[in-house]
């Protein structure tokens, strides 16, 4: 996964300025921000179609928001999975929300960690860490 971006879909400025902040202090600064998911899959399908599977195009680990305008998290969740191409990028979530529901079905569709708002740079950091980033 090193080397490779990470796609941030987030679309609260004050949570994408803490998540890039977190990501700094970390020393990771090659991040793609998105603020909706249809951009975001967008910039999977061009990732996939101009660069292919090559490091500077191809996010190494996905940080998703689940509560998305227009379309949300879990849709993009879904679509990402349906795609052979990008079905095993990791995936982490970043919500507020914390029903039970929400967290089951987001490990039924393989995310690698679920951290809760507002953000802890210490959980983000471990969940990092595990994934190897």
């Known amino acids: 996964m090193n080397g490779k971006p990470i796609l ?3 679309d609260h400025p004050d949570d994408e ?12 600064e090659n991040v ?13 399908v061009m990732a996939v179609n101009y660069g292919g599977h090559h490091e500077s195009f191809m996010p190494g680990l996905i940080l998703l928001d689940l509560r998305l305008p227009k379309m949300d998290g879990f849709e ?8 052979e191409r990008t079905r ?7 919500s507020s929300s914390q029903q039970q529901k929400d967290v089951d079905r987001c490990r039924n569709l393989g995310v690698k960690a679920y951290i809760n708002k507002p953000l802890d740079s210490n ?3 471990k969940a990092m860490h595990a994934l190897n980033r």
């Open 8 to 10: 941030l879909v987030e």
């Open 17 to 28: 300025f803490l998540t890039l902040h977190t990501l700094k202090k970390n020393r990771i």
């Open 32 to 44: 793609v921000v998105t603020r909706e998911a249809k951009e975001a899959l967008n910039y999977l």
């Open 76 to 83: 993009f969740l879904e679509a990402v999975r349906a795609d």
């Open 88 to 94: 095993d990028i990791p995936v982490v979530i970043l």
């Open 123 to 125: 959980k983000l950091a």
